[in-house]
């Protein structure tokens, strides 16, 4: 059954530099996710994108943050200068594109950033 | 704002017992939720969708309901097993558009008793 895989599975990273996560989603989706969630806190979302562009993005998603589709299959989050509060589990979820009709999300299995 | 609520946070069963997992939502405007199961440390593995139009879905074991006019779903484990321990999570989504984001709640931690 096809998979959404992330990389790495954990990054550790100092206080202020820059890390990138990667998800490579099931080929034939074409909407893509980025949540997290902080320890013993809820899954939140943090930004949606499709082609090529992002379709929402929360309060969370500030100017630190970005997205992009590199090369067609990749679709990454980058943090520019991370902070300690960005320690959390990120995962990367994706869809086929709707008709209309809500579609199942499929998450990726996650990579934790630890910030120190 | 929406927000999904899940109680109690955790919850321990004998194994073989049926049980009953609860999520509410503050908006009756739903349009479909997604029940997913998180082992610790691990990802969201996908359960059941139910959408507005529908108000159960069932796969093996498991039995979600929607009522929106009551702003509830549950998720029904019949015959628990000790495999079935792990977080449940619901994850509503509030717009007709179908790629809409997710909204979680806080997840009950399930524990089955062998």
């Known amino acids: 059954e096809p998979e959404v895989t992330q990389t790495p599975s954990h990054q550790v990273t100092q206080m202020g530099q820059e890390v990138i996560l990667r998800c490579v989603p099931i080929?034939?989706?074409?909407?893509f996710y980025w949540y997290r969630q902080i320890l013993g806190q809820k899954v939140e979302f943090l930004v949606s994108?499709?082609?090529?562009?992002?379709?929402?993005k929360s309060e969370i998603f500030d100017d630190q943050f970005s997205v992009e589709r590199p090369d067609g299959s990749n679709f990454t989050l980058k943090i520019r200068s991370t902070k300690l509060e960005d320690s959390a589990m990120y995962f990367c979820?994706?869809?086929?594109?709707?008709?209309?009709?809500?579609?199942?999300?499929?998450f990726g299995p996650g990579t934790r950033l630890t910030v120190t | 704002k929406q927000e999904v609520t899940q109680i109690p946070a955790a919850l321990s069963v004998p194994e073989g017992e049926n049980l009953v997992l609860n999520c509410s939502f503050t908006?009756?405007?739903?349009?479909?939720l997604q029940w997913f199961r998180q082992d610790p440390g691990k990802g969201l593995t996908s359960l059941l969708l139910?959408?507005?139009?529908?108000r159960e879905q069932t796969s093996g074991r498991l039995n979600a309901s929607l009522d929106k006019s009551s702003g509830r779903s549950t998720l029904y484990i019949a015959a628990s097993q000790p495999g079935d321990s792990a977080t449940y999570l619901c994850?509503?989504?509030?717009?007709?558009?179908?790629?809409?984001?997710?909204?979680f709640g806080t997840g009950t931690r399930l524990t089955i008793i062998p």
């Open positions: 979820a994706t869809t086929p594109l709707s008709s209309g009709s809500f579609i199942e999300q499929y």
């Open positions: 080929s034939n989706h074409l909407y």
């Open positions: 994108f499709y082609n090529n562009e992002i379709s929402e």
């Open positions: 908006d009756s405007a739903i349009y479909n």
């Open positions: 139910i959408q507005s139009s529908q």
């Open positions: 994850a509503g989504g509030f717009s007709n558009f179908g790629n809409e984001k997710l909204t």
